[in-house]
């Protein structure tokens, strides 16, 4: 419908601008005009020249509207062109955020992955630590486990894991722990 429309415009403007349809006779500024030579019936070729110049009128109005028409499909192809492009923007805006949001997950799973490593080497060097090589008396006769070998005074130490200490019946000592 548009395009009928503004084909149909584009010949009327044309015609208009050649003088068929009619208000041929208006006087145009600036033009000079024919002195009238009478009511004349026209030669047969006046009427053929008239004819002639009616088809070379179709021809051009026909040519315009092809331009028209051509000029209108251009339009229509550049702007499906552009909505192809906006379209393909948007879904490559769309994949780079998505992107960027599956990285930043990743780093921040990693960085938590990295700090619950490091939580379990403190809690394992903890446990190391504790259960270290305990002292006890050589003798067995005592019933606790220090940390120091020189604690209460003992005569004679015999060095335990500290889990081995505990399982052979040890308690910690209250000076040392």
């Known amino acids: ?18 003088g068929v349809l009619g208000g ?5 500024e600036g033009a000079v005009s024919l002195p009238e030579t009478g009511p004349e ?10 004819a002639s110049g009616q088809e070379v009128q179709d021809d051009a109005l026909e040519q315009a509207a092809r331009e028209e028409a051509e000029a209108l499909a251009a339009a229509e192809a550049a702007e499906r062109e552009a909505e ?7 879904a490559a805006q769309k994949e780079a955020e998505e992107k960027a949001a599956a990285e930043a997950k990743a780093a921040e799973e990693a960085a938590a992955a990295e700090a619950a490593a490091q939580q379990e080497t403190q809690a394992q060097q ?9 002292y006890a008396a050589a003798s067995g006769k005592g019933k606790k486990y220090h940390s120091n070998p020189n604690c209460s005074s ?24």
Do not use: F, I
Request: glycine share 8%.
């Open 1 to 18: 419908m548009r395009k009928k429309l503004t084909g149909l415009l584009a010949a009327a403007a044309l015609a208009m601008a050649l």
């Open 24 to 28: 041929c006779g208006a006087p145009v």
């Open 41 to 50: 019936a026209p030669t047969s070729q006046e009427a053929q020249d008239g």
């Open 84 to 90: 192809e492009k906006a379209v393909a923007e948007a």
């Open 126 to 134: 903890q446990e190391e630590k504790q259960a270290g090589s305990v």
């Open 154 to 177: 003992m005569n004679g130490t015999k060095e335990l894991s500290k889990t081995e200490a505990e399982k052979q019946g040890y308690t910690p000592c209250k000076k040392c722990y």
